[in-house]
């Protein structure tokens, strides 16, 4: 009898922690990766990728691209992250923010390539399969 008393608390026990456990997580926001592809497209030029995030302070290191050579990172998107982007070659440069809504837009969704070129860095539209012109060297 003892026992039945034990194996029922036990059983409302088990059921109370996952019933609480279940609804908190609901609470929990959703969070989605952010894939990032970066192209060295320049004609027999180095490509030199850096990425920051500011809050919390996230840095991605150099990477060094030869011709033709390709880096690729992904990252969980949350409402302080916000990427940007330093590309240079030789003297010049460009820096930009990679994780805003209109990038993300620019480039149907959250797998983003960017190519670049000696005149300046495209952005491929995944939708549409098409490259897209999005910023002019040294600016």
């Known amino acids: 009898m003892k026992n039945m008393r034990i194996a029922k608390l036990y059983c409302i026990a088990l059921f109370l922690v996952l019933a ?8 929990v926001p959703h969070v989605r990766k952010h894939y990032l592809k970066f192209i060295n497209n320049l004609s027999n ?3 030199n990728v850096n990425c920051k995030n500011l809050n919390p302070y996230i840095d991605l290191n150099l990477h060094i691209l030869l011709p033709g050579e390709v880096y690729e ?7 302080s992250m916000n990427f940007s982007c330093d590309l240079r070659h ?3 440069s460009t820096v930009f923010s ?25 952005l491929l539209n995944r ?3 098409q ?7 040294g600016q």
């Open 90 to 92: 030789g003297f010049t």
């Open 98 to 122: 990679i994780g805003d809504k209109a990038t993300k837009r620019a480039c149907g969704g959250n797998h983003c390539i960017w190519k670049s070129q000696d005149d300046g860095v495209y």
């Open 131 to 137: 490259y897209k012109f999005m910023y002019k060297w």
């Open 127 to 129: 939708r549409t399969k």
């Open 45 to 47: 030029k180095v490509l």
């Open 20 to 27: 609480f456990g279940l609804s908190s997580s609901t609470r």
């Open 73 to 79: 990172f992904n990252y969980d998107i949350t409402r």
